[in-house]
């Protein structure tokens, strides 16, 4: 419910007291008052959302009072109330900033068409503000690929986005996860309704809960003003649960009861709230194991992962590769109004070549610089894609186009006699494995079955100790 706190300011007690109780009876929280000063020290006092105001009062002009609520800086609503004898004052309000008015007396069927009005109107000023904060055109993007993993990826979006089932998307960073997310969202009957993104793992810890839920005017310091959470926003719509391994116990708590019981209450507020969301969320972390090792609930993993989805890594599906390439290529050509020659055979090669540890998200990197250091009207060339580094290496492929660490080099010259050392193969084979754990040394020592220490030792033998955009360290361990 977008609108909570209504002010009846009106000066006939009988009038008032049958409109409080009809807007009490529809579970509103409820002030009467029948003099201006009164209505306004609640205004000092509280946040409201609504006010129904008389046009004649004790103490002044029901319309003098809606022109200074105007410059208020949380303004509620305001529909004036009017007998015959003031209408066309009434219609002037509506100038000067009124909602909406009603004839006096008013039945019961009006008083909920003028609600469901106000309220439509304050769910979508409330999600427009937060719209405007936080979205890019970057995110309105199609899903693009045309491999038989993408084709498969988009067939499950149609089926799931028919439902209301709950949808956990995982996959490497970098995969289109958010933008899978969105095209479930646009493909769904809820199209029409918000859709509401958290990122959990850019929240600090200590505001998630705030973030998530919302909270009451003074419920910790800081709290100012009441707000409403991002599930509230989402009401009748989609949220985006984005990185939701990041949370901790206690929100992963309270992110259960919601799935369970489609209810929340703000942080210091006693009040629940229902809400009717559809849950989508994502994570580039296997939560199964985050089961495992007891740091996210198991009940919380079943609930979230109805429909499980997963997008492949780009090295998994070779044949996006290209196709992607030439669509940021040209996308970028757009942005930066610069006109490119094509590619060469050997960037294509090296494109195709590369494993793309940052996924699509990499390979829209490598484009952009690409088309930016190109000259106009040249070919992009494989030097352009500036890979270096560990993690760009593309081991003995024999086109000797590409660009490579200084180490592996020697390897290649070597080739002219058709020998590589054995202390070059280990070499390649590190970075080999290291590129395949997405730059992850844990994981890779894992799989090439020695100790981290032992990697580490021979990562410093081969001059590759720092070297690698897509080195993570060990924190994962
Ligand atoms: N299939 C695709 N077609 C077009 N653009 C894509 C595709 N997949 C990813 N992208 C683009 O790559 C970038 C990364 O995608 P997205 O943010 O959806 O990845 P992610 O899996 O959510 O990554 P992270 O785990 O890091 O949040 C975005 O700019 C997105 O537009
Ligand atoms: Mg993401």
């Given amino acids: 419910m977008p609108i909570e706190k209504i002010i009846v300011l009106e000066d006939d007690a009988l009038v008032r007291k049958s409109l409080e109780q009809q807007l009490r009876n529809r579970r509103y929280d409820v002030a009467g008052c029948g003099s201006i000063a009164d209505a306004q020290e609640y205004l000092n006092k509280d946040n409201f959302d609504l006010i129904f105001c008389d046009v004649r009062l004790p103490d002044g002009d029901g319309t003098e009072f809606l022109k200074q609520v105007q410059t208020r800086p949380s303004k509620p609503l305001v529909i004036m109330?009017?007998?015959?004898?003031?209408?066309?004052?009434?219609?002037?309000?509506m100038k000067d900033g009124a909602f909406d008015y009603m004839l006096k007396p008013f039945s019961g069927e009006q008083i909920d068409v003028i609600l469901k009005k106000a309220e439509e109107f304050t769910q979508l000023v409330k999600v427009n503000k937060f719209l405007t904060q936080d979205e890019g055109d970057e995110n309105h993007y199609e899903l693009l690929g045309r491999s038989p993993a993408m084709d498969q990826v988009r067939q499950l979006i149609r089926k799931v986005a028919?439902?209301?089932?709950?949808?956990?998307?995982?996959?490497?960073?970098?995969?289109?996860?958010?933008?899978v997310a969105r095209a479930i969202y646009r493909e769904s009957p809820r199209n029409n309704a918000p859709f509401i993104r958290v990122n959990c793992a850019a929240v600090?810890?200590?505001?998630?809960?705030?973030?998530f839920f919302g909270h009451e005017k003074g419920s910790f310091t800081g709290a100012v003003n009441k707000r409403e959470g991002r599930f509230e926003l989402a009401h009748g719509g989609t949220i985006l649960l984005d990185e939701i391994s990041e949370i901790s116990p206690q929100v992963q708590a309270k992110?259960?009861?919601?799935?369970?019981?489609?209810?929340?209450?703000?942080?210091?507020g006693s009040r629940?709230?229902?809400?009717?969301?559809?849950?989508?969320?994502?994570?580039?972390?296997?939560?199964?194991?985050?089961?495992?090792?007891?740091?996210?609930?198991q009940d919380l993993y079943f609930r979230l992962n109805v429909v499980p989805m997963l997008v492949p890594p780009l090295r998994e599906r070779r044949e996006d590769i290209l196709f992607l390439a030439e669509k940021f290529m040209h996308r970028f050509e757009r942005k930066h109004g610069v006109k490119v020659g094509g590619m060469s055979a050997a960037c294509r090669n090296a494109l195709e070549n590369h494993s793309w540890p940052g996924n699509v998200r990499e390979l829209q990197n490598v484009l952009e610089r690409g088309v930016i250091l190109c000259a106009d009207g040249e070919q992009?060339?494989?030097?352009?894609?500036?890979?270096?580094?560990a993690s760009g290496i593309i081991v003995a492929?024999?086109?000797?186009?590409?660009?490579?660490?200084g180490a592996s080099a020697s390897s290649s010259a070597d080739g002219a006699e058709g020998v590589i050392s054995l202390g070059d193969m280990e070499k390649n084979h590190i970075i080999q494995t290291l590129e395949k754990c997405a730059g992850n040394r844990t994981h890779a020592a894992r799989k090439l079955g020695i100790s981290i220490r032992t990697l580490r030792n021979k990562l410093n033998e081969y001059g590759l100790a720092t070297k690698g955009e897509g080195d993570v360290e060990e924190a994962a361990e």
Avoid: W
């Fill in 380 to 389: 992009l060339q494989s030097a352009h894609l500036g890979f270096s580094g």
């Fill in 255 to 268: 992110l259960l009861r919601v799935l369970q019981e489609r209810e929340l209450e703000r942080v210091g």
């Fill in 81 to 93: 109330m009017t007998g015959y004898g003031t209408v066309e004052s009434a219609v002037a309000c």
């Fill in 272 to 297: 629940t709230i229902k809400v009717d969301v559809r849950v989508i969320a994502t994570t580039n972390r296997d939560l199964e194991q985050s089961v495992e090792k007891k740091e996210f609930r």
């Fill in 397 to 405: 492929q024999g086109t000797g186009n590409t660009a490579s660490t």
């Fill in 162 to 179: 028919r439902t209301q089932a709950t949808v956990l998307i995982h996959g490497e960073s970098g995969t289109g996860k958010e933008l």
């Fill in 204 to 211: 600090p810890e200590n505001l998630i809960e705030s973030e």
